[in-house]
C-alpha cells in the first residue's frame, strides 16, 4: 500500500470521526428529495463578556444572569462570570518549575481556582445576582456550557447617582464576534464616549475602529491596528481618535484577527448616560422598538455603508397602528455617511417603536435612537439601536417588581406572544401571560409577576405565530428627581442550533 493510499484512508478516517460517521457520497435524487431537515439542538456552550461598568467611585453595579429551561439539554452544566484581569493575570502566569521540589506547577491553574466568580448560577430557571460598587470593577467574561448554555443571558446595570453620565446605565453582556456597527456615538464637548472591546481568547485580536460622520470617514490618528491582548478588555476614548467635534457619528469596529465582545458606553455631562448596544445587521428595512411613552425627546441617526444612497419611509409603530410623523415622512442617508433627525416629542404620550422602509430601492442602513425623559436639568439619556426580530425566543433579566416595561411590536400582521416571568432570584413561582399584539402596532403589556417574588426576575418571551416580533425592555429607577432608565432589545437568544442528519457509511473507507 503506497503512501498516497495510507494519507487517503487517514484523512478520510479523520473526517468520519468528526461528523460521526456522515454519509459522504453524492445521494442521488430519491435520497436528495427524502431526505429528513436538520435536527435542532439544544447549544452546548456559550460566552459572553460584560465591559467594565464605570470608572465612578459613586458606581453601583448588578450583574444578573438567566438562563431559560430548554428541552432537550444534559442533566450537567456550568456557568461563571470571572474577571478579565484575572484571567489575564492566569494566562501570562502560565507554567512555572518550583525548584525546591523539583516538581512543575500550572500557576494559571491555581490563579483560576483562587478566583472568585462574580455571578455563579444554581439552575436554568432561576436568575442568579452578583453586586460591586466603585469605578475599578473589571470587564467580566463569562462562560456557560450544558443545561446552562441555551439562551443563557446576563444584564449589567450600574446606577450613578452624580457625575458625568449619572442616571441608570444597562447593557446586555454580548458574545464575542468579529464586526460592529454603533449609530449614535458622539465627540462634541459634553460627550464623554468610550468603545469598550473585550478579548475572551488565549491570543491577542487586533481591530480598527473607523469612525463615519455628516460628511463621510473622518480621518483617525490610532483607529487602525489596535491591539486587544488575551482574556483583557481595552476602553477606547474616542476624541483620542480624531480631532472633529460632531454630534453624531457611526463607529465601525471590525476585528482583523481574533473576536472581541463591543459596546460603547456615551457619557453626557448635562443628559446622563447609557450604554449603546451595537445595531443589528446593515439590512433595508429596520425596526428601533420600545420607544418610551413619555421620551420628551428622540433623536434618530442611521448609516448606509454600501455605495449607495438610502432613502427611507419613516412610520412610528403606536398602540393604535403606524403613523408617520408629520414634517419627518422620510430620511435620505448617503453612501458613506451618517444622517441624523430631531423627532421631538414623536410618542406623545403612548408608547411606539420606529419602523424604517425603503421609499424605493432597498439599500442597507443601520440606525439607533437616542431618547430623552424628563426636563431641565434633570433629564437622562438612553440609546436603542435597531435590532432583529424575538425569533424562537429572547430573554430579559435584571427586572424588578416596579420599574420593568415590556413592549411588543410586530410591524407587518398581528402576533400573539408568550411571556413568562421567571421565579425571583431570592424565591416566587414563574407565571406566564398570552398577548395578542395587531398589526403595525407596539403594545406596551402589563407583565406578569411572579408569586412570592423575592429579588429579581427574568422575562423570557416567545412568539407563537410566524408573525416577526421585536421586543425592548425598559428599566426605571429615579434618583433626586432624575428619571433614570436604560432599555435593552431582545433579539433571537441563538439558544438552538440546527444539526444535520448523519448516517454510518463504510463504503467511504473502501478504495
Request: hydrophobic share 35%.
Amino acid at each position: 500500500m503506497n503512501r498516497t493510499t495510507l494519507s487517503l484512508i487517514a484523512g478520510t478516517a479523520a473526517l468520519a470521526a468528526v461528523t460521526g460517521f456522515a454519509t459522504l457520497n453524492q445521494p442521488d435524487a430519491a435520497t436528495a428529495d427524502t431526505a429528513q431537515a436538520a435536527a435542532e439542538l439544544p447549544v452546548e456552550r456559550t460566552s459572553l463578556l460584560c465591559p467594565s461598568p464605570s470608572t465612578s467611585d459613586l458606581a453601583d453595579t448588578s450583574y444578573t444572569s438567566f438562563t431559560p429551561v430548554t428541552k432537550g439539554t444534559d442533566a450537567d452544566g456550568t456557568a461563571e462570570l470571572v474577571s478579565a484581569t484575572a484571567e489575564s493575570a492566569a494566562a501570562t502566569t502560565g507554567k512555572a518549575t518550583d525548584k525546591t521540589t523539583d516538581k512543575t506547577t500550572d500557576k494559571a491553574t491555581d490563579k483560576k481556582k483562587a478566583t472568585k466568580p462574580v455571578v455563579t448560577p444554581k439552575a436554568p430557571g432561576t436568575p442568579a445576582v452578583g453586586e460591586t460598587s466603585g469605578g475599578e470593577t473589571p470587564a467580566l467574561l463569562g462562560t456557560a456550557e450544558g443545561k446552562f448554555a441555551p439562551g443563557w443571558t446576563v444584564q449589567e446595570t450600574t446606577e450613578v447617582s452624580a457625575g458625568s453620565g449619572r442616571g441608570l446605565q444597562g447593557v446586555t453582556c454580548t458574545a464575542p464576534d468579529t464586526e460592529f456597527w454603533f449609530p449614535g456615538v458622539s465627540t462634541v464637548a459634553d460627550r464623554t464616549d468610550y468603545v469598550h472591546l473585550t478579548n475572551p481568547d488565549d491570543s491577542a485580536a487586533v481591530a480598527d475602529i473607523e469612525l463615519y460622520g455628516k460628511d463621510g470617514a473622518l480621518q483617525t490618528t490610532v483607529g487602525e491596528g489596535i491591539t486587544i491582548p488575551a482574556h483583557s478588555s481595552e476602553p477606547i476614548l474616542l476624541s483620542t481618535l480624531t480631532g472633529e467635534k460632531q454630534e453624531d457619528l457611526t463607529v465601525h469596529v471590525n476585528v482583523r484577527s481574533g473576536r472581541v465582545g463591543a459596546a460603547v458606553q456615551a457619557l453626557d455631562e448635562k443628559l446622563g448616560g447609557d450604554w449603546l448596544a451595537a445595531s443589528t445587521d446593515p439590512a433595508g428595512t429596520q425596526v428601533v422598538p420600545g420607544i418610551p411613552k413619555d421620551a420628551t425627546a428622540v433623536r434618530l441617526i442611521a448609516y448606509a455603508p454600501g455605495d449607495a444612497d438610502a432613502d427611507l419611509k419613516v412610520q412610528l409603530a403606536s398602540p393604535s397602528g403606524l403613523i408617520t410623523p408629520a414634517g419627518h415622512e422620510t430620511l435620505h442617508v448617503k453612501a458613506g455617511m451618517t444622517a441624523s433627525v430631531d423627532l421631538g416629542d414623536v410618542t406623545r404620550g403612548e408608547a411606539g417603536s420606529l419602523v424604517l422602509t425603503p421609499t424605493d430601492r432597498s439599500v442597507p442602513v443601520v440606525a439607533a435612537v437616542r431618547v430623552l425623559r424628563g426636563k431641565g436639568d434633570r433629564q437622562e439619556s438612553a440609546f436603542i439601536t435597531a435590532t432583529a426580530p424575538v425569533g424562537t425566543r429572547a430573554s430579559a433579566a435584571g427586572n424588578s417588581a416596579k420599574g420593568s416595561t415590556l413592549s411588543l411590536t410586530a410591524p407587518k400582521g398581528t402576533a400573539k406572544v408568550k411571556v413568562t416571568a421567571s421565579a425571583g432570584s431570592g424565591g416566587g413561582t414563574a407565571a406566564s401571560q398570552t398577548y395578542t399584539v395587531k398589526a403595525g402596532t407596539t403594545q406596551e403589556v402589563e407583565l406578569p409577576v411572579p408569586a412570592g417574588l423575592k429579588g429579581t426576575y427574568a422575562l423570557t418571551v416567545e412568539p407563537l405565530t410566524d408573525t416577526p416580533v421585536y421586543a425592548s425592555r425598559t428599566l426605571t429607577a429615579t434618583t433626586e428627581g432624575v428619571p433614570g432608565f436604560t432599555i435593552q432589545t431582545l433579539p433571537d437568544d441563538r439558544g438552538t442550533v440546527a444539526v444535520p442528519e448523519a448516517d454510518e457509511d463504510v463504503a467511504v473507507l473502501q478504495q
